[in-house]
Each structure stands twice: as C-alpha cells, then as structure tokens.
C-alpha cells in the first residue's frame, strides 16, 4: 500500500503525552522585565528553568510560543494594567498551552479574576501577595494535573477539496480513541449543518451554536451539558443547525471550546472539512493536523495551495500528516508524482473501497466497525497507530462488529432514525 506513517515525534506534544519529558516547559508573556526576572527566580528555585527565550512579549506572544520546540506546560501572563486588555490577552494565549495558563497581576476586585477564569485562565496569582508562596501552589496543582494524566491532546482533519473523505477519516480515528480509553471527543465544523451526526447515527439535543452564543459564560459544566454520547465512548459537539449560527462561531470562542476539551479527553478529533476560513489559531494549538486528498489535479493543486497558505500563516507544516484516500483508481494521478506536486512527502495512503464506504456512511457505523476485516479499515488502524502510539490498539476488534451481518439489506434498521433527523 506504498509509504505508511511513521513513529510521529513527540516534540510538540504536551508534557503528560511525552513518556520521555522529564522537565516542565515554562514559558512567561510579560511587558515588565522585572516580573519576569522575579518569576524566572521563583521557578529556578523549585528546581524548573525558564530559559530568557521563553520569555515572550504579550503581544504576538502566540507567535512567538508557536516557535518555540514544544509547548508550554505552564505559561504565566503577566497581566497589563489595562483590565479588558489583559482578558483579550489571555483569550489569545490560551490556545498556545495546552497546560496551565496562570494569570499574574493585581487583584483589584473577584470579578477581574472570574473575567480572567471565563477568558481561559487556569489559576491567578495576586501580585501584591506572596508571589512565591502563591507559584509554589500553583506548581502543586500542576504536578498534580500532570500525574492524573495532564492535558489532553487535539488533532484536526481539515481539506482543501470537497469529497476527501475528512469526516469518514475523523468518525473513525473518534472511535479508535475511545474504544481503547472510553472518551475521544469529536467537534463537527466540517459545514454549515455538519456531516457527524449522520455519519455516527446521533440525534443531538444540543449544539454548537449554543455554546457560542453564551461564551461570556461558558465554562467546563455547560460544555459537558452539551455533548452527544455515542456508545463507543465519543462524546460529540454537535455542528449548528444553521448558516446564520454557523457564521457565527468566532475564533475566540472555537479556542475555548476546544481548550475545555483537552482537559475532559485523552484526544479531541476536530472535523473542519473545507471550512478553514478564520481558523488559524485553531490550527496553530492542534498538535496534529491530517490532510486528506484525492489522486486527481484539483485536489492536488488545491492541498498544495493549502499548506503554502499555512506556511505563510506560521502553522507548523511538521504537524502536518498527508493523507491520499480513495487510492488505485483508474485515471488517478500517478503517486510517483504526487510528492513532487505536494512539495512534501505523504504519508499515508488509503485504498478505494466504495461498497465499505457507502455502507457505513448510509447506515450510520463507522468505517472500522462496518468491516473491521476491510484494507480500509486496516490502513486507518496504522493511521491511527502512527498518530496516537500507545492511545490506540491496532488489533481492537469490536466482536459486535465482527459478528453483524454486513449486507445492506440486513442494516435497514438504521434509516428511521436517520429519515427522522433529516425530514
């Protein structure tokens, strides 16, 4: 089946995935250099360097995390006196740490510090305390958070062609997670009205729409209040319902969401499809970005146009996994070319199985479990394999799925509920 994914490098990951880290990442964002002196001491004497390349400016401080060799475990922002100023600032870093992001500053009143909280922070640090005091806590907690299992991870499976097999791809690495740790979650903004809940059999009670439209209040219980639990584990955001909610969804508010995300699961899987516009910052904080595609020109010319984009945006190409679905078709672009086309090597190469496809998109079941025994759902399971380690068994086998009959007239069961979503 060609080149397969290889062992993917731990060096972006956050800290609780790396099984070989051995020292918290501290990054500081600061405007006041006697802070960040005064902080780098009070973290070198509990034994953790902050090297004066990890402190950052607040502005373009995102940016500049974004460089770094891997993300902060603890990033401490140094809060401007301008209060609104110093939310904005913390709803733009929040992304860039997938650990714990403490606020420093003075503590003016309990609202500054709950405005602070709802923007993304995970503790807050009263300047005009004990600031050693407070950091040696707030590094307690850390430890803590880390060996309970830390912070989880987020992969995205965006495309630059419409029919590349984004959401198929995504349901399925969604269920490979949680059949192994019984919790993946899985955020649908592949379009306007979504393509999961058809693709996974859910009729959700709730959507994304309805976070967005309260992200001044959003916090940890009002997202778990408004996931779609599928049996395998998966718990679901569901896409809104229409073009006016779906333009909507800010960038702010997509990071927040995602952010709560990573502390309730091992893995986030984000379907963005072909929606990618004003989706940058979602990219950047992702430690895994898988783009599939199609072995003819359009899809290929625009995935090329894709990844320069991202270039130019700073998105870390490294993170990048290509993924050529739909392969051995007859008139298809010959692989040989593919990487010269692409500017970079692909990974992973996924068979064209049209009766697998369409039974599972049809019925509602996941390509992995619709045929466990099919190439495809073998090529995914290495996917998966290469992308997540350990997160994954290669060999997993649901015997439920093994045992049903896999003949389209046997599954008809499936389709009122699915007529009754869509009439």
Request: proline letters at 5%; one cysteine or more; a negative charge.
């Amino acid at each position: 089946m060609g080149n397969r994914v290889g062992a993917v490098s731990l060096r972006n990951w956050p800290y609780s995935l790396c099984l070989g880290a051995t020292e918290m990442n501290s990054v500081i964002a600061t405007e006041n250099p006697v802070t960040a002196s005064k902080l780098r001491k009070a973290l070198a004497a509990r034994g953790h360097d902050c090297p004066i390349t990890h402190v950052v400016p607040l502005e373009g401080g995102d940016l500049a995390i974004a460089a770094l060799p891997r993300k902060p475990d603890l990033l401490l922002v140094v809060l401007p006196t301008d209060e609104a100023r110093g939310v904005r600032i913390v709803q733009k870093l929040r992304p860039s740490c997938p650990g714990r992001l403490v606020a420093v500053g003075v503590a003016t009143d309990a609202r500054r510090i709950l405005d602070l909280l709802h923007a993304g922070a995970d503790d807050f640090l009263d300047e005009d305390a004990d600031t050693n005091k407070q950091l040696s806590a707030s590094l307690e907690r850390l430890a803590g958070q880390m060996t309970a299992g830390g912070t989880g991870a987020a992969l995205a499976v965006a495309a630059a062609s419409g029919g590349s097999g984004a959401s198929l791809l995504a349901a399925s690495l969604s269920i490979l997670v949680a059949r192994r740790h019984e919790s993946c979650g899985l955020i649908d903004l592949a379009s306007q009205f979504g393509d999961l809940s058809a693709l996974l059999n859910l009729a959700p009670r709730h959507t994304l729409a309805e976070l967005v439209r309260h992200e001044e209040m959003l916090d940890q219980e009002m997202l778990t209040q408004s996931l779609t639990p599928h049996d395998s584990g998966i718990r679901m955001i569901a896409a809104p319902a229409t073009e006016e909610d779906y333009l909507a969804i800010t960038g702010s508010a997509l990071d927040r969401i995602v952010q709560f995300c990573r502390r309730l699961f091992p893995w986030t899987v984000i379907d963005l499809g072909t929606q990618l516009a004003g989706r940058a910052s979602l990219l950047r904080s992702c430690e895994k970005i898988l783009v599939p595609f199609r072995l003819e020109f359009a899809s290929l010319c625009n995935t090329r146009r894709l990844l320069d984009d991202w270039d130019r945006r700073q998105i870390d190409l490294d993170r990048v996994v290509l993924v050529a679905n739909r392969c051995s078709q007859a008139g298809e672009l010959p692989r040989a070319k593919v990487a010269t086309l692409l500017g970079r090597p692909v990974e992973v190469w996924l068979p064209d199985e049209p009766l697998t496809a369409n039974l599972s998109v049809n019925c509602g079941v996941p390509v992995v479990d619709e045929n466990p025994q099919a190439e495809l759902t073998r090529e995914i399971r290495q996917l998966a394999q290469g992308v997540f380690g350990n997160m994954v068994d290669p060999q997993a086998e649901p015997a439920e799925a093994v045992a049903e009959s896999r003949h389209l007239w046997s599954r008809l069961k499936f389709f009122p509920r699915i007529a009754g979503m869509v009439f």
